[in-house]
């Protein structure tokens, strides 16, 4: 298996002053295969799921709010902007893989479709987006989300940053925190989990935790 470190060839060099950012992936959504999949909106499920969210000390006192720009992932983000007193910043590169080749496909088939994206990083599985290519666009997001973070002169000295996606984003993010080959043995254990790293030495303080 080839090893892949960040997707841009480089480091991670990120500038902003050194705060935790929680990494979240959505919970469960509302599957429609006759509605987009960035436009599946969160279950009930998915929002039982998010009171645990808000029992965390960190979502609450949250500095800054980050999300994709995939309508599961805007909820999410928002109940903890709601908290926190945040505005949801938006940031289209925090998107999921693009799969608009396949479309919609029955779970069972995602599985394997999601296993030989995460196995063979530099290939395209039925057209979808490479994790070479899913993982440089995502480590350029969160570079820009931290700066904007750094920026806003508001924010309290111990407040963290919230990051609001998705699984495969955030595992994909994870292996380039972690200077590892891109591997699904870092996916999320379910929708509806999260993990923290530090913006300066990105130290990662453990694997994804379902909420």
Known sequence: MSRYRCGTGRSLSWQAADVIVHVVSHPEVLIDPGVPVPQWG???????RLRRLL???????????????????????????EVS?????????LGENDRSATGFVPPERF???????????????QGWETAVDAQRRIVGAVERILERARLV????????VVIAT??????????????V????????????????FDSVTRHVAHGWRRL
């Open 42 to 48: 969160l279950s009930p499920a998915g929002y039982e």
């Open 55 to 81: 029992a965390m000390p960190w979502a609450r006192s949250a500095s800054f709010v980050a999300s994709s720009a995939e309508r599961k992932a805007v909820q999410t983000a928002q109940v903890v902007a």
């Open 85 to 93: 007193g945040c505005t949801v910043h938006v940031e289209e590169d």
């Open 111 to 125: 599985e394997e479709l999601a296993d030989a994206f995460f196995a063979e990083p530099e290939r395209s599985v």
């Open 153 to 160: 002169a508001t924010a309290p000295e111990d407040g963290g």
């Open 166 to 179: 998705h699984g495969g984003v955030g595992t994909l993010l994870q292996c380039a925190l972690r200077g």
């Open 181 to 196: 080959a891109i591997e699904r043995r870092f996916d999320q254990p379910g929708q509806g989990s999260w993990y923290s």
